[in-house]
T-cell receptor
Framework: EAQVTQNPRYLITVTGKKLTVTCSQN?????MSWYRQDPGLGLRQIYY???????DKGDVPEGYKVSRKEKRNFPLILESPSPNQTSLYFC??????????????FGPGTRLTVL | DQQVKQNSPSLSVQEGRISILNCDYT??????FLWYKKYPAEGPTFLIS?????DKNEDGRFTVFLNKSAKHLSLHIVPSQPGDSAVYFC????????????FGKGTRLHILP
């Protein structure tokens, strides 16, 4: 089954404790992206990657890191989480050819709470 | 500065009637527009898209209209069904820009029985 998986689905942590949210897709997509969803703010792009070893900042990259060492994986790293990073996070992937990179497949989401 | 605006946070429509969701954008470089649908506890799913070279795209009960001069697009759902109750996000991108995709804040659609 074609899908984007994220782990963990739920996480409660404390300020300053490094964490990683994993994202994996099995569709051989070049484009992958991370978003956060907050009440009243919709979906905001954190980082995206057009292909292996290529990553770029989205609209809200502060406090986050990503890496793209393999095509299928795109982990989101919070080196020192803070309470304002409490949010619902979505990973997404798509083909990058032409306009198709816009039609993204989203993972189920990771709800992160930073105390 | 909000580049993609969905000014109606929520909308209620009677089952069987037409639902019209609106989206405005400010960046004239945007040339591709999409609608995503999101149910609670799930990730968004792609619904329908339109390129700036068109002014209409239809897929079953869903039609997206694009008015470039007004920088406005709308999603029409007809007839509306109970399963259409969800949050709808409008999104835009510019092919000659930096591959970012900008989403609106979403509109929650309630289909009333």
């Amino acid at each position: 089954e074609a899908q984007v998986t994220q782990n963990p689905r739920y996480l409660i942590t404390v300020t300053g404790k490094k964490l990683t949210v994993t994202c994996s897709q099995n569709m051989n997509h070049e484009y992958m992206s991370w978003y956060r969803q907050d009440p009243g703010l919709g979906l905001r792009q954190i980082y995206y990657s057009m292909n292996v070893e290529v990553t770029d900042k989205g609209d809200v990259p502060e406090g986050y890191k990503v890496s793209r060492k393999e095509k299928r994986n795109f982990p989101l790293i919070l080196e020192s989480p803070s309470p304002n990073q409490t949010s619902l996070y979505f990973c997404a992937s798509s083909l990058s050819s032409g306009e198709f990179y816009n039609e993204q497949f989203f993972g189920p989401g990771t709800r992160l709470t930073v105390l | 500065d909000q580049q993609v605006k969905q000014n109606s946070p929520s909308l209620s429509v009677q089952e069987g009637r037409i639902s019209i969701l609106n989206c405005d954008y400010t960046n004239s470089m945007f040339d591709y527009f999409l609608w995503y649908k999101k149910y609670p506890a799930e990730g968004p799913t792609f619904l329908i898209s339109i390129s700036s070279i068109k002014d209409k795209n239809e897929d079953g009960r869903f039609t997206v209209f694009l008015n470039k001069s007004a920088k406005h697009l709308s999603l029409h759902i007809v007839p509306s069904q109970p399963g259409d109750s969800a949050v709808y996000f409008c999104a835009s991108s510019a092919s000659n820009r930096d591959d970012k995709i900008i989403f609106g804040k979403g509109t929650r659609l309630h289909i009333l029985p």
